[in-house]
């Protein structure tokens, strides 16, 4: 009974050893990177190519293939969380919140002067 006692403190041990460790995510960690969001069947792919430009690319669903070049804004918000903005050349303005622990996208889009919102899954590719 012993000997059971101090496996489990063992295991447990190094259980708590080999969590990950979470770190913030910063702006300027993601620049050079692309960012996969899914939308049920729409997969779009956003690289941040310097700390105020970016490109997107629809990979799948009814934009598949559009491709364009933007000038965005982006702030850490806290707790793996970064705050990014931008004005599409089609007239869009899109808000999201991007929460990498959780993996979710936050979207609020504006087009002559409707809004909507819609929320999707992301992951960090490069």
């Known amino acids: 009974m012993k000997y059971l006692l101090w496996v489990v403190v063992i295991f447990?041990?190094?259980?708590?050893?080999?969590?990950?460790?979470?770190?913030?995510?910063?702006?300027?960690?993601?620049?050079?990177?692309?960012?996969?969001?899914?939308?049920?069947?729409?997969?779009?792919?956003?690289?941040?190519?310097?700390?105020?430009?970016?490109?997107?690319?629809?990979?799948?669903?009814?934009?598949?293939?559009?491709?364009?070049?933007?000038?965005?804004?982006?702030?850490?918000?806290?707790?793996?969380k970064v705050f990014i903005t931008w004005d599409e050349a089609n007239g869009i303005g899109v808000s999201q919140v991007l929460d990498f622990k959780q993996g979710k996208v936050y979207n609020h889009l504006l087009q002559d002067r409707k809004l909507r919102n819609g929320h999707g899954a992301i992951r960090v590719l490069k």
């Open 12 to 80: 447990s041990s190094c259980s708590e050893a080999g969590k990950k460790i979470e770190t913030e995510i910063l702006p300027e960690d993601l620049i050079g990177k692309t960012i996969e969001y899914r939308y049920g069947e729409s997969v779009y792919h956003v690289t941040l190519d310097t700390d105020s430009t970016m490109h997107w690319e629809a990979m799948a669903g009814d934009e598949k293939g559009a491709f364009e070049r933007e000038t965005y804004f982006m702030e850490a918000i806290g707790d793996q």
